[in-house]
Nanobody
């Protein structure tokens, strides 16, 4: 059994910062790509940022220069540092990871999400 658990969401004022964490646990052999997605009310889910196992990253245009994705492979954890937050960043942020289990079976896993609200 594999789980992804996000943490770090909350209420922040415009211009503020938050750091999200995504911890993977369970029968993990290896983790390939990890990513952060978000879904705002009434909108479709979108990719915010992704990071490969060797550290290559990609970002949505809307967050480039403001958000930074990173990972600690020893802790099976990914992070999303969010700076200069805007009201339009308000959404539920979910973690995704492609995980190879100890049974050598690979599939995508999702966390339950954490709410980020940017408001004054």
């Amino acid at each position: 059994q594999v789980q992804l658990v996000e943490s770090g969401g909350g209420l922040v004022q415009p211009g503020g910062s938050l750091r999200l964490s995504c911890a993977a646990s369970g029968s993990i052999f290896s983790i390939n790509t990890m990513g952060w997605y978000r879904q705002a009310p009434g909108k479709e889910r979108e990719l915010v940022a992704g990071i490969t196992s060797d550290g290559s990253t990609n970002y949505a245009d809307s967050v480039k220069g403001r958000f930074t994705i990173s990972r600690d492979n020893a802790k099976n954890t990914a992070y999303l540092q969010m700076n200069s937050l805007k009201p339009e960043d308000t959404a539920v942020y979910s973690c995704n990871a492609f995980i190879i289990t100890t049974m050598k079976f690979g599939m995508n896993y999702w966390g339950k999400g954490t709410l980020v609200t940017v408001s004054s």
